[in-house]
Every structure is written in structure tokens, then in C-alpha cells.
């Protein structure tokens, strides 16, 4: 089968869980960066993006976008959606708490520079007092090496995932969380997620002046 191919900018934005979660599952994709108006514009005068908006990816034929659907609809073809309807509603729920968590992040990059320090405090306390706290009690609770079902899902990737971009913000984000750090390390060794994290990967770097200049231009904001 072909390979999915995904069309965003060469940076992190709403495209990164989607790389992860492909990448996690052992997944080859291509990617295609948008750099022009031209490209964007393209893409939408081929009636490719539902709402104007990307993350695009191709994949069985589809041109899909909202990355939730996406996410969803990969985590259910590989096999990383629960076993059953009650497993998976719990995956849904943690997922859209990492992705809030994540998307204050994304978000913040754009926000003016003088805003920046206040922004990154809001966000390193919110990971610390609303959504850490959370994942440490459920590993507590149970006791397993993964969040739901006792087996590995969409849920653990998308953690580890906010785990490293929050930990970029605050190394020391986890002192107070025993149980996420050994969560981070056992499922950094997952064999697919090693690879994804050494250098080489298509794995994006935080967002830099450059990228924020490419997406404005490109969406013209
Ligand atoms: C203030 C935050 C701005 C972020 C701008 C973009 O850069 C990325 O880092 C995040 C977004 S992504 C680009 C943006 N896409 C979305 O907002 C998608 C939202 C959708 N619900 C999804 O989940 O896919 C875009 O295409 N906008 C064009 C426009 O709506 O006309």
C-alpha cells in the first residue's frame, strides 16, 4: 500500500501527534512542507481541505483533516484504540487532555515576545497542577506499565509526547511525578519511539522564529 503522506509546515503546530502516533506504530510517511501561499492555495482550490484548514493527510485513498479524526482514525488502523468501547473512551479522554495540554504550547509560540515568559509559567503550572497529577494517580491506581487496558495505546504516546515538549519548557517539570518518569523512560525504549526520538527522524524541532514567519505567511495572519 502506498504510503500515508502528510501535508503541513516543516515544524511541530497540530501535525506533530499525528507523526508521532505513525511513527510509534512503525509506519513509514512522506511529508510535503508548505513554504508558499501558492502551495496552500493549491491545496485548497483541489477541494483537499474540508475546512480550508491543515493538517492534510492522505491515506486508503482519503484526503483527511481535523487531527483529532486523524488521530482517531489511526489509532483504531494500527491497533491503538483499547480493546473494547469502554477502553477506548478512557484513551479518548486522555488523548484530548494531552492534546489541550499540547495545543497551549503550539499556541503560545505565536503570542508576542514579551508575553513569553508569563505564558510559559501558565503552562508549566497547569501541566504540574492539572494534568500530571492526573496520569500520576492513574499509574498509582492501577499499577500497569501503560494507561489503559494494561496494554500500549494512542494514550501513552500522546503523554510521553507532552511529557518531552513540557520538559523542553522545565526539565525539572517531573521531580514531583516518580511514576511519569519511569512511564517516560519505559516508553522512550519502546523500539519504534527510540528510533523516532534520535536525531535523523522526522520529528520536528520546537518552533523557531522561521516557522512562525512560514505559517503566517502562508495563512496570511
Ligand atoms: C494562534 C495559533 C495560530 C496557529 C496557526 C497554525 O500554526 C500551527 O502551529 C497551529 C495552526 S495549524 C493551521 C490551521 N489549522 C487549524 O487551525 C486546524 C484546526 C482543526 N480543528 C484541526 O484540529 O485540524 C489552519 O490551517 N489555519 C488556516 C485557517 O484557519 O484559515
Request: charged fraction near 25%.
Amino acid at each position: 500500500a502506498a504510503k500515508p503522506k502528510l501535508w503541513y509546515f516543516r515544524g511541530r503546530g497540530r501535525m506533530e501527534s499525528i507523526r508521532w502516533l505513525l511513527a510509534a506504530a512503525g509506519v513509514e510517511f512522506e511529508e510535503e512542507f508548505l513554504e508558499t501561499r501558492e502551495q496552500y492555495e493549491k491545496l485548497q482550490k483541489d477541494g483537499c481541505l474540508l475546512f480550508g484548514q491543515v493538517p492534510l493527510v492522505e491515506i486508503d485513498g482519503m484526503m483527511l483533516t481535523q487531527t483529532r479524526a486523524i488521530l482517531s482514525y489511526l489509532a483504531a488502523k494500527y491497533n491503538l484504540y483499547g480493546k473494547d468501547l469502554k477502553d477506548t473512551v478512557r484513551i479518548n479522554m486522555y488523548a484530548d487532555g494531552t492534546l489541550d495540554l499540547m495545543m497551549m504550547i503550539v499556541q503560545a509560540a505565536f503570542k508576542p515576545p514579551e508575553e513569553k515568559e508569563e505564558n510559559i509559567a501558565f503552562i508549566v503550572t497547569k501541566a504540574k497542577t492539572r494534568y500530571f497529577p492526573v496520569f500520576e494517580k492513574i499509574l498509582k491506581d492501577h499499577g500497569e506499565d501503560f494507561l489503559v487496558g494494561n496494554a500500549f495505546s494512542w494514550a501513552d504516546i500522546q503523554l510521553l509526547e507532552a511529557i518531552l515538549m513540557v520538559e523542553e519548557l522545565s526539565a525539572s517539570v517531573l521531580s514531583d511525578f516518580p511514576l511519569l518518569k519511569a512511564f517516560k523512560t519505559r516508553i522512550s525504549s519502546i523500539p519504534t519511539i527510540e528510533k523516532f526520538l534520535q536525531p535523523g527522524s522526522q520529528r520536528k524541532p520546537p518552533p523557531d522564529s522561521h516557522y512562525i514567519q512560514v505559517v503566517r505567511h502562508v495563512l496570511q495572519f
